[in-house]
């Protein structure tokens, strides 16, 4: 059985990252990690985190050749995704494969913080993307 820990983070979609984490951190306080490049996926994201709860996840293209590029021509700035920490995500990956989910990456990638990752495509939960992470 899917054995999910915890939401870990709401990623959100945003054409400046430095202009969106400046809102994000001096309006509502959040405290801010470090910005992270990972050209492989075409993003760039910094993670803002509370005292309790899941983080936020500001995420922006690298390039237009980028998936969050494609999402924000297409929805605009928003809600990209919601993450959910887990321990065994090929075990995850494997279960939900075998449940008729659709998988985006059917192996772990590279994610923020040392992390690995995978995404479930969105029409096989209500057409919202799942991220799991691993962490490192």
Known sequence: MVNLKKMDHVAIAVKDLEDSLTRWRD???MKPGPIEEIAERGVRLCKLTTADGPGIELV??????SPVAKFLAEHGEGIHHFCFEVEDIEGILEELKGKGARLINTQPVRGAEGSR???IHP????????EVKQLG
Do not use: M, R, T
């Open 27 to 29: 309006s509502l306080g």
């Open 60 to 65: 922006s293209p690298l390039g237009a050749d």
């Open 117 to 119: 990752i995978a995404f």
């Open 123 to 130: 029409e096989s939960f209500n057409g919202v993307l799942i």
